[in-house]
């Protein structure tokens, strides 16, 4: 490793044995070589430390107790020598060019803060779509947003490494970020000099805590996303966003504590921000009114129907004329005996169709 790295490459790993050698060997085969690679293992349980041992004159290794993914990659931020900072969860794999291209487009363009670029999907050892980012994340369907709607500045970027010319999008997105994810916050790379304006990622979320750190990122620099994939997001059964579409009550409860983060992130860097608020009222409305029925619904699903009730209340009181919550607070006052014949009903319905 160099004594003094431009790239600090940060791994948390939680009882990824089978997978985080691969991790590694992603960062180390990298067309870019100036770098670091910190493993913060989080309070492995399986032979975590066994598998790492093969690596150990390569890596930095940092062990903690499992506190969480936003305390392993804040141990690793806080121990980064590197100009720049990127993460790798540890089930995921770079592409060769990936801080090839980013710290060249960094260089390009010192007003950036943050850049981020597509990504690919795989299940096993093979890739199921190339371009993925549009698939991950739903607002793009949602709101029937392109990369030109939500960057102000489009372009090419030419790198060695790369064929041909890469398009490249540049903008201060924070409003679009405000809406939903637009980015994967695994692929980005940032200076790690920002650390001191933004701190570091909010450790009481148990999850969705990359994205309030993107959030505060956005609000305060301006973002590049490179439309190439140079990441590969693994699908797992073990992974913690969950292959399955089964509905539990534990994946469900953990979807709740997602949202209500990403409701809190627009509370305190929009709702919170007077000035800011003045300007955007209406859709920040909404937004937060879209949340706290999103919540809702998520605990009417598994018959939490007071809890449902008030967040359709507290989403209401933003947005009183939205008929989807109008709706759903409604039928939350129904007698439970005739909310399951409507819902028996509905499935019914569906079903035909």
């Given at each position: 490793?160099?004594?003094?790295?431009?790239?600090?490459?940060?791994?948390p790993?939680?009882?990824?044995?089978?997978?985080i050698?691969?991790a590694?060997?992603?960062?180390?085969d990298?067309?870019?070589t100036?770098?670091?690679?910190?493993v913060?293992d989080?309070?492995?349980?399986?032979d975590?430390?066994?598998?790492?041992?093969?690596?150990?004159?390569?890596?930095?290794?940092?062990a903690?107790?499992?506190?969480?993914?936003?305390?392993?990659?804040?141990?690793?931020?806080?121990?980064?020598?590197?100009?720049?900072?990127?993460?790798?969860?540890?089930?995921?794999?770079?592409?060769?060019?990936?801080?090839?291209?980013?710290?060249a487009?960094?260089?390009?363009?010192?007003?950036v803060?943050?850049?981020?670029?597509?990504?690919s999907?795989?299940?096993?050892n093979?890739?199921?779509?190339?371009?993925?980012?549009?698939?991950?994340?739903?607002?793009?369907?949602?709101?029937?947003l392109?990369?030109?709607?939500?960057y102000?500045?489009?372009?090419?970027?030419?790198?060695?490494?790369?064929?041909?010319?890469v398009?490249?999008?540049i903008?201060?997105?924070?409003?679009?970020?405000?809406?939903?994810?637009?980015?994967?916050s695994?692929?980005?790379?940032?200076?790690r000099?920002?650390?001191q304006?933004?701190?570091?990622?909010?450790?009481a979320y148990?999850?969705?805590q990359?994205?309030?750190?993107?959030?505060?990122?956005?609000?305060?620099?301006q973002?590049?996303?490179?439309?190439?994939p140079?990441?590969?997001?693994?699908?797992?059964?073990?992974?913690?966003?969950?292959?399955?579409?089964?509905?539990?009550?534990?994946?469900?409860?953990?979807?709740?504590?997602?949202?209500?983060?990403?409701?809190q992130?627009v509370?305190?860097?929009?709702?919170?921000?007077k000035?800011?608020?003045?300007?955007?009222?209406?859709?920040?409305?909404?937004?937060?009114?879209?949340?706290y029925?999103?919540?809702?619904?998520?605990?009417m699903?598994?018959?939490?129907?007071?809890?449902?009730?008030?967040?359709?209340?507290?989403?209401?009181?933003f947005?009183?004329?939205?008929p989807?919550?109008?709706?759903?607070?409604?039928?939350?006052?129904?007698?439970?005996?005739?909310?399951?014949?409507?819902?028996?009903a509905?499935?019914l319905?569906?079903t035909?169709k």
């Amino acid at each position: 490793m160099p004594i003094e790295p431009t790239v600090s490459v940060i791994i948390p790993t939680y009882n990824r044995a089978k997978f985080i050698p691969a991790a590694i060997q992603s960062v180390l085969d990298q067309t870019y070589t100036n770098l670091e690679i910190i493993v913060v293992d989080d309070g492995s349980t399986d032979d975590t430390q066994h598998v790492l041992e093969p690596f150990k004159d390569k890596i930095r290794c940092l062990a903690t107790e499992n506190r969480g993914p936003a305390h392993a990659r804040n141990i690793g931020m806080k121990a980064a020598l590197g100009k720049y900072i990127a993460f790798l969860d540890s089930d995921d794999l770079y592409l060769p060019g990936k801080l090839e291209i980013q710290v060249a487009f960094m260089k390009a363009h010192p007003e950036v803060g943050i850049i981020a670029t597509e990504m690919s999907s795989m299940v096993g050892n093979t890739i199921t779509e190339d371009y993925h980012l549009r698939s991950y994340h739903c607002i793009y369907a949602r709101k029937g947003l392109s990369y030109e709607d939500i960057y102000a500045v489009c372009g090419q970027f030419h790198c060695k490494t790369f064929a041909t010319p890469v398009p490249y999008y540049i903008g201060n997105i924070f409003s679009y970020v405000l809406q939903g994810p637009v980015l994967v916050s695994t692929t980005v790379l940032f200076p790690r000099e920002i650390l001191q304006r933004v701190g570091y990622q909010n450790e009481a979320y148990p999850n969705a805590q990359e994205y309030e750190f993107i959030v505060r990122i956005c609000k305060h620099y301006q973002t590049a996303f490179l439309n190439i994939p140079t990441y590969v997001y693994r699908y797992h059964v073990n992974q913690i966003s969950m292959v399955s579409n089964s509905r539990t009550r534990e994946k469900i409860l953990t979807e709740i504590r997602g949202e209500k983060v990403f409701l809190q992130a627009v509370l305190d860097w929009g709702y919170d921000d007077k000035k800011y608020y003045e300007e955007n009222k209406g859709w920040l409305n909404h937004r937060i009114a879209e949340l706290y029925n999103c919540i809702g619904e998520k605990w009417m699903e598994i018959g939490e129907t007071g809890k449902a009730r008030e967040n359709f209340r507290k989403g209401h009181g933003f947005d009183p004329s939205w008929p989807q919550n109008i709706q759903n607070l409604r039928f939350s006052y129904l007698p439970s005996l005739i909310r399951r014949v409507i819902r028996r009903a509905s499935k019914l319905v569906k079903t035909k169709k």
